[in-house]
């Protein structure tokens, strides 16, 4: 009776770990998703500012005229 209550123990604790596994996999997902996301903005600011530096650049040129 021992070995099955130790067996039944083992399998709910492979169980927890599993559920485990799981949440860690999912937090990771959610962690590279938000990386993605936050590259594809920089990369869209980084975008809009070199248009607007060259917005400037051709303004200050042709103000200076």
Do not use: C, P, W, Y
């Not at 099955?4 to 485990?20: G, V, Y």
């Not at 500012?49 to 200076?64: H, M, Q, W």
């Amino acid at each position: 009776q021992q070995i099955s209550l130790a067996t039944q123990e083992q399998q709910l604790a492979n169980e927890q770990i599993l559920l485990a596994l799981k949440e860690i996999s999912n937090g990771t997902k959610q962690f590279v998703d938000a990386s993605n996301q936050v590259s594809r903005s920089a990369n869209e600011m980084r975008h809009l500012a070199e248009a607007f530096g060259s917005l400037i650049n051709r303004f200050e040129i042709e103000g200076d005229s």
